[in-house]
């Protein structure tokens, strides 16, 4: 399991180079989604 999350979080860090999406615009949408 630890191996497919470290893979999931470097997806992830690919991603917010790949299209410049910052960490507080993640976070603002985590806190969005999190809201409803």
Do not use: G, P, R, T
Not at 8 to 23: A, G, N, P
């Amino acid at each position: 399991m630890i191996k497919e999350i470290a893979d999931v979080l470097i997806c992830i860090e690919m991603l917010k180079q790949m299209y410049m999406i910052s960490e507080d615009k993640i976070n603002k949408w985590i806190e969005k989604k999190q809201a409803k």
